[in-house]
């Protein structure tokens, strides 16, 4: 019997408590500060405890135990429902402070219908058999004109007609616009982005002229919202609006957004993609943002009637009562997640969609397949990233990023890390020691 490669095992933020967590066997304990000295000298006497929740287990076992649970998340992976991202147009109206697309716009333009005729052919034919929703993302698919709107609802009675949901990826300024076409369809959701109280969010995402953009998307979501269209509201975090993210709770909650079934909320980190950020030194590191965000919910609790934060496994260990299933992989490109783009282009995934010489293959005028390169992506996973292998973070992080990670180590089998232990620190603390 060793102590488990997979124990992941750290002093709770704020506390003289520890946590020990084991995502493999599924099991989580709070250890006091008397049994935490004892595991750091290599003395259990929880003994048989330790071995019925397998902190405490048999090398062989482990890995028998590990190879079983890897087969189960290949086969459940391959039964899951592949989200397939479209990018009519990478044209946007806005003019955001940070955007990382900024050097797309002089792509070919253009999503006729013979082209969207092309995308359906190879979604049914590629993925037959499979379940599969459509997320229209940009650019800014919902440009406020007579031809985008045309296109838009072509797409939308192509997917209907094939019985797919569609969602869509806006930046809301024209969702009041669209509300008329999308209540006609099968929409999934519609992500919209606020990055604080009117004053902030206008600042960083104007129209390209320079107006606020704030008033027209609290409009919109007003609209959707009584259409009962599902709204995911995303917040682009950076150091320059944490803090309004109290503001902004506030905002939501008075709107009584947050008590609207219809309504739900993400944090995004603003970081560099694709192409430079205009001041990199405002962006948070991963572990910055994590600790930003527990200093500010700890100081204002409104802020977690808008956004309950997940802190790796936290919550879902605090609102379920058990760990999720081990994470081997936590990059969907080319698994789960495929992109097109209007000039007929694949791609793996939302962060290398339009990128120059990230191409997979095309789907018109003529269709084309990199298997190669596809082959890498499936099958990159932390089995197959040498550093992952022994990282006893490895089923809570799942490797990360394949894109982030290509971008700073250059090749796809390297991990894109996350805090995981830091996480946990502060995320048992928060849902478990609410006066922390």
């Known amino acids: 019997m060793y102590f488990s490669k997979h124990n992941i095992f750290s002093k709770i933020r704020n506390s003289d408590d520890y946590y020990l967590v084991n995502i493999l066997t599924g099991n989580a304990d709070i250890i006091s500060n008397e049994k935490a000295e004892e595991i750091k000298a290599g003395i259990y006497s929880d003994r048989d405890e330790f071995i019925e929740k397998g902190y405490l287990i048999d090398e062989k076992e482990e890995k028998k135990l590990y190879k079983n649970k890897y087969l189960e998340f290949i086969e ?25 697309q900024s050097g797309y716009e002089q792509k070919h333009q253009s999503l006729s219908k013979e082209k969207t005729d092309a995308f359906f052919t190879y979604i049914t034919n590629e993925f037959a058999g499979r379940r599969k929703y459509i997320t229209v993302f940009g650019g800014e698919p919902l440009l406020p004109s007579d031809v985008t709107k045309q296109s838009i ?22 969702l009041k616009e669209y509300v008329p076409i999308l209540k006609k369809y099968r929409i999934r959701e519609v992500q919209v982005t ?72 993400q944090l995004g980190r603003n970081y560099e993609l694709h192409y430079c950020q205009a001041s990199q030194s405002r962006l948070f590191t991963r572990l910055e943002f994590y600790e930003a965000i527990y200093s500010l919910i700890k100081d204002n609790p409104v802020v977690t009637e808008f956004h309950k934060p997940a802190f790796s496994v936290s919550r879902f260990l605090f609102d379920n009562g058990e760990l999720p299933f081990p994470l081997f992989d936590d990059c969907t490109g080319c698994k789960t997640e495929w992109a097109f783009d209007g000039t007929g282009q694949i791609y793996s995934c939302t962060a290398t969609v339009g990128k120059p010489g990230e191409e997979l293959g095309s789907y018109y005028p003529a269709v084309t397949r990199s298997a190669d390169i596809i082959s890498q992506w499936e099958e990159r996973d932390v089995t197959t990233i040498p550093e992952c292998r022994e990282c006893s973070l490895q089923l809570a992080c799942g490797g990360g990023c394949a894109s982030i990670a290509k971008n700073n180590k250059g090749k796809l089998l390297a991990p894109d890390c996350r805090p995981v232990k830091e996480q946990l620190e502060m995320g048992l603390a928060h849902y478990f020691y609410k006066s922390l």
């Open 76 to 100: 459940n992976r391959d039964k899951d429902e592949i989200q397939i991202f479209l990018v009519p147009w990478y044209a946007c109206n806005f003019g955001c402070s940070y955007c990382y």
């Open 153 to 174: 609802e072509y797409i939308l009675q192509q997917a209907s007609s094939r019985d797919l949901d569609t969602a869509f990826v806006t930046n809301g300024y024209a």
């Open 194 to 265: 606020l990055d604080g109280p009117e004053e902030v969010h206008n600042v960083r995402r104007p129209l390209k002229n320079g107006e606020g953009t704030f008033k027209q998307i609290v409009e919109g979501i007003d609209a959707a919202l009584e259409e009962k269209i599902n709204i995911n509201l995303r917040v682009v975090v950076d150091k320059e609006n944490i803090n309004s993210l109290v503001e902004l709770s506030k905002f939501a909650v008075e709107k009584g957004w947050t008590n609207n079934p219809f309504f739900k909320t």
